[in-house]
Nanobody, 115 residues
Framework: QVQLVESGGSLVQPGGSLRLSCAAS????????MYWVRQAPGKGLEWVSS????????NYTDSVKGRFTISRDNAKNTLYLQMNSLLSEDTAVYYC????????RGKGTLVTVSS
């Protein structure tokens, strides 16, 4: 069955950086679009970014463009999210998912941006 395990979340100061990872198993990772979604405190799930299975085409929600970079290593079945210039509004639980709505997702990793 599909397993997605996120890691890398932490407390970070505004302006700081973090790199999230997601280890995937139970499906052919190299054939699927992959997604990062997030859920801020008291809010619903929000799509953050998507990446093509092979050619690396990526898409981002407007609020993270120029600050976040999604990438993947198909040999390692791992998805990444490099987050730079973090803002307090980036505070959320971050999930990797196999669909844009986050229906099938991991348990998440908490990112807290605060001074």
């Amino acid at each position: 069955q599909v397993q997605l395990v996120e890691s890398g979340g932490s407390l970070v100061q505004p302006g700081g950086s973090l790199r999230l990872s997601c280890a995937a198993s139970g499906f052919i990772f190299s054939r699927r679009w992959m997604y990062w979604v997030r859920q801020a405190p008291g809010k619903g799930l929000e799509w953050v970014s998507s990446i093509h299975p092979r050619i690396g085409d990526a898409n981002y929600t407007d609020s993270v463009k120029g600050r976040f970079t999604i990438s993947r290593d198909n040999a390692k079945n791992t998805l990444y999210l490099q987050m730079n210039s973090l803002l307090s509004e980036d505070t959320a639980v971050y999930y990797c998912a196999i669909d844009k709505d986050g229906i099938v997702r991991g348990k998440g990793t908490l990112v807290t941006v605060s001074s």
